[in-house]
C-alpha cells in the first residue's frame, strides 16, 4: 500500500508517511486505495487487537510493519473500548466509551499506535534514520496521550511544550509526570506562543536534521487509521447481535475521530450514518450548510478540546468525495452551545445516574435533538470521548457530586512530576532540544 498526499504529490511508503506526519506539499497523506474489509473478513470470535489487526493489515501490505501489526494493536490495544448501550429501541443509543486508557481519552488508541510503529521504524533501520525527538505543542490533553504513549519507547524522545498556567492541574500533571525519554517544557506564553515554537523548530533544516524532529499530531495517518478500529468493533458487534448498521456521533474538533469512521463505513463496515456533533466553533456547519470553506479562529468553549477553526481532517474528507454534495451524503453537523452542554450533563446524569465529560455531551445533545422520525429509525451510538473525571472542574458543580477517578489515571497523579520554564523564544527552546 502506497500513501499519496491531499494535495497530489507522488505516493510513498507507510514509513514515510508515517515519520514524515504532513506531506512535502503541505497536504495529508492518504491511502492510495481503500480495501475492502466486509464484516465476513471478521471472524466472529476475533477480540478488539485481532480486530484491529485484520482492519489495519492491508493499510501496512508490503511495508516493513505488515509482519508486525498484530504484536503491535496487541500491545496498542491494551484496554476495553466497550459499546455501552442506555437505552433500548426504537432509536436505541448506547455510548462507546474510549476513554478507558492510560489518560482517559480517546487518543490514547491513535498515539499509542503510532508510538510503536515508529518505535518499529526506528529499530529496523528502515528510513536510515537514528533516534527521533517528537516535538508537541499542547494546550492540555494531547499531550498528556503522547507522552504516555511515547514514554520509554526506544529510539524516541518526546519534549512537550505547554503554556504556563493555562493548563488546568490534573491536565499538567499528566504532562510533566514522566521523565526518562519525556521531557515537559512549560513556555511563559499562551498556547499559540508553543505552536509557533513548534512551527519555527520545523521550519528549521539545521534543528530539523539534527534532532530527527516528527510529529505525533491528530493528522498523522499512523494515529488516525487505528481509530477505525473501535468503529470496525462496536459496528460489527451490533450488526451481529440485531442484524442492523449501526449510527454514530462523533464529538468533533480536528475531525481526526470522525474520519476514522468515514473510512471504516467506506471500508464495508456495517455503519449508516455519521454525525458530527460539534461546539460553538462553526466551520464545518457552516461549510456543509452553505458549500463554502471559511477557516476562522477558534472559540474557546467548555468542549476545549473541540475548539478548532479549520479542522485539518476535513482537507481528507473533500478528497474522498470530491464534491460538496458528497460531503453532504457522508456527514452531517449539529453544533452545541455551552449552555446546552451543561444543561446535558445535569440531564443525562439524572436520567441515567451517568457523569459525562462536556464532549461527550455535545454528542448526547445531538441523539436528544434529532427529529422524532430519524432518531426512532436507527440505532444511535454516541462516541465518549474522554471520562468525566477529566473535567472535573466543569462536571462536579454542575452534578453536586464527587467523581471517582479511573484507576490508570489516578496512578499517573500520584507520580512525582518534572517540568522547565522557558521563554517563548526559539534559542531557549533550541537549547533544551
Ligand atoms: C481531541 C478530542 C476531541 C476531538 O477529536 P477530533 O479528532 O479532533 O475531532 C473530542 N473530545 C476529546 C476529549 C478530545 O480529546
Known sequence: MRYISTRGSAAVSVETAIMGGTAGDGGLYVPEILPALPPASFPPTADLPAIASIFLQPFFAGSSLATRISDICRAAFNFPLPLRQLEASPGSLSVLELFHGPTAAFKDVGARFLARCMEAIIHDGVLAAGPVTVLVATSG???????????????????????????????????TCWGDNVVSLAVRGEFDDCQRLVKACFADSSLRSQHRLCSANSINVGRLLPQ?????????????ATGRNLSFIVPTGNMGNAFACVWARRAGLPIDRIILATNANLTISDYLATGQWLPRPSIATLASAMDVGNPSNMERLQGLCGDIQTVREEVSAIPVSDVEIRSTIVDEFRRHGLPWCPHTATGLNVYRKLPAAERAGRDWAVVATAHAAKFDTIVEPL???????????????????????????????????
Open 141 to 175: 490533553d494531547t499531550g498528556g496521550a503522547v507522552a504516555a504513549a511515547y514514554y520509554r519507547r526506544a529510539g524516541t524522545r518526546v519534549v512537550i511544550l505547554f503554556p504556563e498556567g493555562r493548563v488546568s492541574a490534573r491536565q499538567q500533571h499528566q504532562l
Open 399 to 433: 452534578l453536586g457530586v464527587h467523581i471517582r477517578l479511573p484507576d490508570e489515571l489516578s496512578a499517573l497523579l500520584a507520580r512525582p512530576t518534572h517540568f522547565e520554564t522557558i521563554p517563548p523564544e526559539l534559542d531557549a527552546l533550541a537549547a533544551r532540544l
Open 228 to 240: 477505525a478500529a473501535y468503529y470496525a468493533q462496536a459496528s460489527l458487534a451490533h450488526w451481529r
